[in-house]
């Protein structure tokens, strides 16, 4: 039986899904999980794109020993290093280099010559085989590049040491007959593809990343890079349990078996789904909640007397958990650890005595808190500011709204120590709530924000149910900063969430002007 690797990209490219962004503690946790669920390597970032990047990437090096951790790099020799400089604590570490080769990429985005991207890729994988002997390299946009042109990078590639070679149909073009024949030509053409793992990496913009993917495995990719729920650019990635069930259900066709532990698929697609405040939607295969619901009664008999009639696996098979248990104000750290951890959340103990603190105050006032808030409670405290990171802390608020006149409100803050007043008004509370928030914002800080998202979900039923608030602020040069916020009372989650967006927005702008004043002393201290 062939064995294929599960290379997954949730923390990377999952992460360019918009409004997916993750801190750097809630992409330790879904590292966590996804060495639980067994994939056998973690693309954990793009070290050089942010210091976030960065972080992560170190920090999901440092916590996971048993996947191989990698890091994106383009070819260029400082993304390289930095690469290289992230994943230095990790147990076993891959640089993953890319460079496109199709026509308009090369025009367009790089401007550079093909005679250059030929050069370029040879280089830059013989220089990241410095840092490490495993090496991946991807011909970006490969679907749409000239297959001459792309097999003669790829062997260039391999000669420089490219231990992987990844075929990326970056903009979901492909279709399953046509990728194939690409895939079994570098296989039999290129020079030494026979002895590097060929992947694919397919990109779902006509709805057949996971069938170009799985035709590539059928013409002989022994990896395939795909993210939790899909998630990614655009229309997002092959997704990771459509593929692993789909090799597992069908093994008499594919005749491959993976490293996933199927039962801990469900649990993985709800954490990633709380943290990125990504829903997935209720009829996605596998992960959906209504994929193993039966509606029509003729379904229901059938199902009642032999689930085989209109199954073809079982919920317990991805490790789906209908039945919820109830946390009281009497339940512990253990019965709170347990309810989080069959939800893939697998966290420190501190974080879990602020959680449980926090599940009290809510059964105080509640007398039963269900799983789903205990889970966002974690989501909540997951996404804590350190006291030293809050620079705006909430004082006052209140809203006036009704059917006959405009909602207004008027927020009071302190801003490092000093006290701000604002007001806004709006076509209802929050976004007057939004307004009063900026207005103090633009005043009194700095950076214009703009309230590019907002979600609001309330979690448990009932009117009294606990809200929880998810934002994401944008700022002039397109940062964007998100912001969690929990609380019975929807304007108060959602003036949470917006001033830990503001929070970490004002962060970033001071670590930026210190970062420039540091290094205009430096120039200044350079002897002329
Ligand atoms: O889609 C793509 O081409 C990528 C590459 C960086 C592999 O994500
Ligand atoms: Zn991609």
């Not at 990377?12 to 899904?17: P, V």
């Not at 390289?80 to 460079?99: K, T």
């Not at 469900?266 to 909640?289: C, D, F, H, M, Y």
Request: glycine share 8%.
């Amino acid at each position: 039986m062939r064995r294929i690797r599960i290379f997954d990209t949730t923390l990377r490219d999952g992460e360019q899904s918009p409004g997916a962004s993750l801190n750097v503690e809630e992409k330790v946790v879904i590292a966590r999980q996804l060495e639980r669920l067994g994939v056998d390597i973690i693309e954990a970032g793009f070290p050089i794109s942010s210091s976030g990047d960065f972080d992560a990437v170190r920090h999901v090096a440092e916590s996971v020993r048993t996947p191989v951790i990698c890091g994106l790099a383009r070819c260029r020799e400082q993304d390289i290093e930095r690469a290289a400089e992230a994943l230095r604590s990790a147990q076993r570490s891959r640089i993953h280099v890319f460079i496109a080769t199709s026509r308009i990429h090369m025009e367009k985005k790089l401007r550079m010559p093909p005679e250059e991207v030929v050069e370029n890729a040879g280089r830059c994988v013989a220089f990241a085989r410095k840092y490490t002997d495993d090496v991946e390299f991807s011909p970006e946009d490969a679907t749409r590049s000239d297959l001459d042109f792309m097999c003669r990078v790829i062997e260039v590639a391999i000669r420089a040491g490219a231990t992987t070679v990844n075929i990326p149909d970056t903009v979901g073009y492909t279709t399953p007959e046509e990728f194939s024949r690409r895939i079994r030509h570098i296989r039999e053409k290129v020079p030494g593809a026979a002895d590097i793992t060929l992947s694919a990496h397919c990109h779902n913009d006509l709805g057949l990343a996971v069938a170009n993917s799985l035709a590539a495995v059928d013409a002989g990719c022994d990896q395939i890079e795909c993210t939790v729920n899909g998630l990614g650019e655009r229309a997002g990635n092959a997704s990771l349990e459509e593929l692993v069930m789909s090799l597992r259900m069908r093994r008499d066709i594919y005749e491959a078996d993976t490293g996933i532990d199927t039962r801990e698929i469900w649990a993985t697609s709800r954490l990633v789904s709380n943290l990125t405040g990504i829903e997935v939607q209720r009829n996605k295969a596998i992960v959906g909640i209504n994929a193993f619901a039966h509606e029509a009664g003729i379904h229901q008999h059938g199902v009642i007397s032999d689930p085989r009639t209109y199954e073809i696996m079982s919920a317990e098979d991805v490790g789906w958990r209908g039945n919820q248990l109830v946390i009281g104000k009497h339940s512990g750290v253990h019965a709170i650890d347990e309810v989080l951890r069959q939800r893939g959340y697998n966290l420190e103990r501190e974080q879990l005595q602020e959680i449980a603190r926090r599940v009290k105050e809510t059964a105080d006032r509640e007398k039963v808190v269900a799983e789903e808030d205990v889970v966002a409670i974690a989501g909540v405290v997951l996404d804590e500011l350190s006291p030293e990171e809050r620079l705006i802390e909430l004082k006052e608020v209140s809203v006036m709204t009704g059917n006959s006149f405009t909602a207004s409100a008027t927020i009071r803050v302190t801003i490092e120590g000093r006290d701000v007043l604002g007001t806004g008004t709006g076509v209802g509370p929050v976004d007057a709530a939004s307004h009063a928030l900026q207005q103090i914002l633009r005043s009194h800080v700095g950076p214009k924000l703009e309230l590019k998202e907002y979600g609001l979900k309330a979690i448990t039923g009932g009117t009294n149910a606990l809200a929880h608030a998810h934002i994401e602020f944008s700022d002039e040069s397109k940062n964007s900063f998100r912001g969690e916020g929990i609380d019975e009372d929807v304007i108060l989650a959602s003036v949470q969430a917006m001033l830990r967006g503001a929070n970490r927005a004002l962060n970033f702008k001071k670590l930026a002007l210190r970062s420039a004043n540091g290094s205009a002393d430096a120039a200044k201290a350079e002897p002329s």
